[in-house]
């Protein structure tokens, strides 16, 4: 399938920021979810909810003020980020998320805490990545976070979903949530009285079964990428990101036209065009690092 087919009409609101942070927490905030909805193959243990697309376009419309500024005067942001001392985009993520949820001048969102564990005795039952009191509907909500990669192989079912490290697959992220990280009823003395998972990052289908039917559950709202094991044409205009783009791309191309290939993740320069390139002696044997 040409790059041209897989991503029409979409309007990327993010690309009118030029700090690479503040594009990232543009993204952050008002990318959709990559999944529309929840799989029937999922057996749900502890229910769980996702924002639909609406939801997350209005939260960057009314960031939109906030990031305008920060895009000018960036030094409280890059303070708040550079805390984190590792260097796993999921953790990246998490904290832009965090950044914004404590600007509560711009969303209906009150957080009552973050990084919360829940522990009986000396055991750790699991830990909730944010308490919130959403002010419009009264109701104290928890929200799991998680900036997830994808690649579809065999039938594009749920258990043929790939991370880079081929143990993370999303069936297993999907059957963690459900079974253990939304398991509780109360944290720091509120109940929990709704429960919604934030998983966001991109999907990407094999260059040479692009055009094959989708899922129901994949959230075809949004962009998605394309993976495989051959090597696009030179003149193409592909460069590889850095690590900390794969969240969101510079505004300018932090790369030059690759002269040779590595695994990792390529665009376009100009366009929303995403190829995740996997060397086919590696593939079956990854061994990269975790998100």
């Known amino acids: 399938m040409p790059f041209s087919r897989l991503n029409q009409n979409f309007v990327e609101t993010w690309q009118c920021y030029q700090h690479p942070l503040v594009r990232q927490l543009a993204f952050a905030v008002g990318s959709p979810n990559i999944l529309s909805g929840l799989p029937d193959e999922l057996t749900i243990v502890h229910g769980f909810e ?3 697309n609406q939801h997350w376009q209005q939260h960057l419309q009314h960031y939109h003020p906030r990031l305008k500024y920060l895009d000018q005067h960036p030094q ?3 303070d708040f980020v550079r805390q984190l001392k590792s260097t796993r985009l999921g953790l990246r993520f998490e904290m832009l998320i965090w950044f914004w949820l ?7 969102y009150q957080l009552l805490g973050h990084s919360i ?3 009986d005795g000396a055991k750790t039952l699991g830990e909730l990545d ?8 009264g109701l104290v909500e928890h929200w799991e976070i998680a900036l997830k990669y994808y690649l579809a ?3 594009f079912s749920l258990p043929h979903w790939y991370g880079l490290n081929r143990s993370d697959t999303l069936i297993r992220k999907m059957k963690h949530f459900t079974q253990k990280q939304f398991q509780f009823t109360e944290a720091l003395g509120h109940p929990i009285q709704k429960r919604f998972c934030v998983i966001k990052g991109q999907l990407y289908l094999p260059l040479h079964r692009a055009d094959q ?10 962009r998605l990428g394309l993976w495989g094991q051959q090597i696009p044409d030179p003149s193409s205009g592909f460069y590889r990101l850095q690590r900390h783009e794969w969240i969101y791309p510079n505004a300018q191309p932090s790369s030059l ?3 040779w290939w590595t695994d990792g993740l390529y665009k376009k320069a100009d366009q929303e065009d995403f190829y995740m390139y996997r060397n086919p002696l590696l593939l079956p044997l990854s061994t990269h690092k975790s998100l």
């Open 130 to 137: 944010f308490l919130l009191l959403n002010s419009d509907s």
């Open 76 to 78: 409280e942001l890059e």
């Open 102 to 108: 404590l600007d509560d001048a711009y969303h209906p």
């Open 213 to 222: 039917p989708l899922p129901a559950w994949v959230n075809t709202g949004r």
């Open 117 to 119: 564990q829940k522990i």
């Open 50 to 52: 996702l924002h639909n």
């Open 153 to 155: 192989e065999a039938d």
């Open 257 to 259: 036209k690759p002269y």
